[in-house]
């Protein structure tokens, strides 16, 4: 009897199988495995780039060239807007109906041009007076073909009906091609346009090349946005912008920071470099946060408990792969550094090791902010977290870079990061959003 009741080995293989094969086949495993294996080969290529570029611009050009891509990524927030979280949540839940979907993307597309519009005419007078920036003026303007392409390009509708396969195959194929553009016509210090005018060039290609495959995959149909319209979708995404420009004062702009408040611009150069290896890092653990959003931000309209749950998962898978992206980063430092950046960018290990600690924070912090309050639409406590942490980034930088440099401005980064953290696991805890004392599912059988 005892052994009738018992499992043998080959059929625990078999349900061992049968529950792998089920997880696979979900939406969220697959759109996973989607942006995985495009990171895969993207990490293959930054492997490739990064370290390229480091070894022929050197410290100083390499640093000039990190300042106006964080001056042009800071004003790109403007017209990403949140909609890479809004519109997607907008799409997920209207998705059956064209028409909706339809209506959705034309406004979305309206509202980031007018976006656009209003950036380029600020920055004009900040390349004219700013000093620090009117040297690099050549530079950002070139750069601005950035904030085109992501006009263009939809992620969000991409990740709205959670096929996020064509995101990671447009943009391994232009990044292939914008690499071999770099190697053959980048040689020198001085041919930062050059290096300026394929950035921009692979962004506007991937940007039209994602809106006209995305058009005609999800048969979004053309027609000339209502003002109202897109007033309703500046107005959905409005908490979310306001997150997304505090993120910034923290997360995008901390190279343009550093370049302002210090006058050896190679100081810059091993920031971003150190910061660009956390940012593959933390980029590792996109695809996983972002493959459950959609499905999470579907549940928190129908059940809080399957939401939390969900975000259970989220989490023991997070939490785990960013400890250990983290113990690799503080232990190998100095050997990843001499590696990939050479000899001459020892001085970024240090950083590394301080940036590497936001790894270990996005892990968890992911999902009580993306996961939790935005699905459940409490954007405005986000903004009111990520606004606070910009602040305290700001702030410490005028007191830390000036003592200790690159360093310093790397531990107001990691600050601003962890304080994130712990005030939205406070707030998902107090609000009764926070998937750790969610009961697990029961198993049946």
């Known amino acids: 009897m005892k052994d009738s009741l018992e499992e043998t080995p080959g059929a625990r293989f078999h349900s061992s199988r049968l529950v792998v094969r089920r997880v696979l086949r979900s939406p969220v495993a697959q759109n996973a495995l989607s942006l995985y294996s495009f990171r895969f080969a993207n990490y293959l290529l930054l492997l490739l780039t990064v370290p390229y570029l ?64 209003l950036i380029l005419c600020v920055l004009l007078p900040i390349t004219i007076f700013v000093p620090k920036v009117r040297m690099a003026a050549a530079l950002v303007w070139v750069l601005t073909g950035i904030m085109f392409g992501r006009v263009l390009f939809p992620a969000w509708l991409y990740q709205g009906f959670e096929r996020m396969g064509g995101i990671a195959v447009i943009n391994l194929s232009v990044r292939a091609v914008a690499l ?15 290096c300026a005018i394929i950035f921009s060039g692979q962004s506007l290609l991937t940007g039209v090349w994602g809106a ?101 998962r989220a989490l023991a898978v997070l939490v785990p792969f960013g400890t250990f992206i983290f113990a690799v980063s503080v232990i190998g430092a100095p050997l990843i550094v001499r590696i990939v950046f050479g000899a001459k960018f020892l001085p970024a290990a240090g950083i590394l090791r301080i940036l590497a600690f936001n790894v270990l924070s996005l892990s968890m912090g992911a999902v ?23 602040l305290l980034n700001v702030g ?43 009961r697990p599912a029961r198993r049946r059988g």
Request: aromatic content about 14%.
């Open 180 to 194: 071999l553009c770099l190697v053959l016509f980048v040689r020198h210090p001085y041919d930062l346009l050059i």
């Open 212 to 312: 006209v495959f995305a058009v005609y995959k999800f048969k979004v149909r053309f027609s000339l946005p209502a003002w109202g319209d897109i007033l309703i979708s500046l107005k959905g995404g409005w908490a979310l912008f306001l997150s997304s420009g505090a993120t910034t004062l923290y997360l995008s702009g901390n190279a343009f920071i550093l370049g302002m408040l210090v006058h050896d611009i190679s100081l810059v150069g091993y920031y971003v470099a150190a910061e660009r290896l956390v940012r593959v890092a933390m980029d590792a653990l996109g695809p996983i946060y972002h493959a459950f959003y959609p499905k999470i931000s579907k549940l928190a309209t129908t059940s809080k408990d399957l939401a939390l749950r969900e975000g259970r």
């Open 396 to 438: 410490l930088a005028f007191v830390l870079v000036p003592a200790f440099g690159a360093e310093g401005m790397a531990a107001c980064f990691a600050t601003a990061v962890t304080f994130v953290n712990v005030a939205s696991f406070a707030y998902t805890v107090k609000h009764g959003l926070n998937p750790i004392w969610v």
């Open 54 to 117: 480091v070894r022929v611009l050197g410290p100083a050009s390499f640093g000039l060239l990190g300042f106006a891509q964080a001056l042009v990524a800071s004003l790109s927030t403007i017209v990403d807007y949140g909609f890479d979280w809004s519109a997607t949540r907008d799409i997920s839940t209207q998705r059956e109906n064209s028409a909706s979907t339809s209506r959705i993307a034309m406004s979305v597309w309206g509202a980031k041009i007018c976006l656009l519009l």
């Open 368 to 390: 009580w902010t993306i996961l939790m309050m935005m699905s459940f639409k409490r954007d405005y406590a986000v903004v009111k977290i990520q606004f606070v942490a910009g």
